[in-house]
C-alpha cells in the first residue's frame, strides 16, 4: 500500500505553508496505530492542503492515496478519510474567494485565478474517480463510514441524477437507524437545489419521521427544492427555530462538518417570502416573550448581515425588535 507515494516529487509541489515535502509523512500517520498520531496527521492535512477551504498545488496529487488508504479494510478511522475526501473536493481558489483585496493586476490576477481553478478543478476529479467506493461505503452498517461516503457523493450535486437514487434508497434501509437518517436527510438539501431530489418523496417521509432532527432536515431540503414551499414545513421550521441539545447533537455527531442547526433553519426559511415572514415573526415573539440567549443573538445577526450584504429579499426591511441580552 502507498508504494507510488514516494514516486511523487513532492519538494516541487506547493501547500499553504511552502513545500509539500511534509505530505508523504503526514499520510503514512493515517496508518499509525496510535490515534493521537492519526489525530495530529489528519489535522496538518486539513492545514496544509484545505487551509481556511483553499486549494493548492498539492492537493491532487495527494487525492490517489486517500482513496487507497480509505478502500483498505485495514486502514483506521476510514470515515475520518472519507470525510476529508468530500471536503477537498468542496475546495475553493484563493484568488476566487479573495478577489476583492488581491493587490495583481487584471492580468496577474487572471493568470493566478486559472491556476488555482486548475487545482480545484484537478482535485474534483480525482475523488470523483473514487466513486465506486463512496458507493459501495454507503451501504455500510457503520453510521460513520455510511454518512461519510454520503458526504463525500453531495459534494457532487450536478451529479444528482446518479447518486440521488442510491442515497435515497440507502435512507430508506435505515429504518431503525436514526443517526444515518439524519445524515442523508441534511445532505439530501444540495440536490434539492438542483431538483435532483424527489419532492413528494421528501413530503412523505416528513410525514412519517418521528424523529426532530431528521425532520428539520427533511422541512430544509423541501424548502430548498424552488417551488411554492408547504406550511406544514415552514411552519415546522419555525416551531423549531430554537433547537435543543438532543437535535444539535445529531447534527455535530455527523462524520464531516454539518454546521450549525439554526443556520439550516434561518437559510431554508430564507428561500422563500412566506418563509421569511415566518421567521421574522417567530422572532420577535421569542423576544416579546422574553427569551434570550445565544441562538437568538445569531439569528438577528444573521438577518442583519443579510440586509447589510444586500442578500435579502424586501421582506428582510421589516421590523425587527431590538435584541438585548441579559446584563447588558
Known amino acids: 500500500m502507498l508504494e507510488g507515494l514516494e514516486k511523487v516529487d513532492w ?23 496510535s490515534p493521537d498520531e492519526r489525530r495530529a496527521a489528519i489535522y ?5 492542503l484545505w487551509h481556511q477551504g483553499t486549494i493548492y498545488e498539492a492537493t491532487p496529487r495527494v ?19 472519507l470525510s476529508y475526501l468530500g471536503t477537498l473536493a468542496s475546495g475553493s481558489s484563493y484568488a476566487d474567494a479573495h478577489r476583492d483585496i488581491m493587490k495583481l493586476s487584471q492580468e496577474e490576477f487572471s493568470v493566478q485565478l486559472n ?6 478543478n484537478q482535485t474534483r476529479t480525482a475523488v470523483k474517480s473514487g466513486e465506486a467506493l463512496y458507493l459501495t461505503d454507503l451501504r455500510s452498517n457503520e453510521h460513520p463510514t455510511c454518512c461519510a461516503a454520503a458526504y463525500v457523493l453531495s459534494c457532487f ?15 430508506e434501509a435505515a429504518r431503525n437507524d ?25 413530503a412523505a417521509m416528513f410525514e412519517q419521521e418521528d424523529s426532530a432532527a431528521v425532520r428539520i432536515a427533511l422541512a430544509v431540503s423541501t424548502a430548498h427544492f424552488g417551488q411554492p414551499p408547504r406550511d406544514d414545513t415552514l411552519q415546522f421550521l419555525t416551531d423549531n427555530l430554537l433547537t435543543d441539545n438532543e437535535i444539535e447533537q445529531r447534527y455535530h ?33 421569542l423576544l416579546v416573550e422574553g427569551v434570550h440567549n445565544d441562538q437568538l443573538e445569531y439569528i438577528r445577526d444573521t438577518l442583519s448581515r443579510m440586509r447589510a450584504e444586500g442578500l435579502n429579499r424586501s421582506e428582510l426591511a421589516g421590523p425587527l425588535r431590538p435584541l438585548t441580552l441579559p446584563n447588558e
Open 115 to 120: 491556476r488555482e481553478l486548475n487545482w480545484v
Open 157 to 171: 450535486p450536478e451529479e444528482g441524477d446518479r447518486y440521488w437514487t442510491p442515497l435515497r434508497a440507502r435512507y
Open 11 to 33: 519538494s516541487s509541489l506547493r501547500h499553504a505553508y511552502g513545500t509539500a515535502e511534509n505530505v508523504p509523512g503526514l499520510i503514512r500517520g493515517l496508518t499509525s496505530p
Open 44 to 48: 496538518e492535512l486539513y492545514g496544509n
Open 253 to 285: 455527531v455527523q462524520p464531516w462538518d454539518s454546521g450549525e442547526v439554526v443556520w439550516d433553519i434561518i437559510e431554508a426559511l430564507c428561500a422563500s417570502s412566506r418563509g421569511v415572514h415566518l421567521l421574522i415573526s417567530r422572532f420577535n415573539q
Open 63 to 81: 487525492v490517489p492515496f486517500l482513496i487507497e488508504l480509505a478502500a483498505s479494510e485495514k486502514t483506521p478511522d476510514r470515515h475520518e478519510i
Open 178 to 202: 436514526e443517526l444515518v437518517r439524519c445524515g442523508i436527510a441534511i445532505l439530501t438539501k444540495g440536490f434539492s437545489a438542483r431538483r435532483a431530489a424527489d419532492i413528494d418523496w421528501l
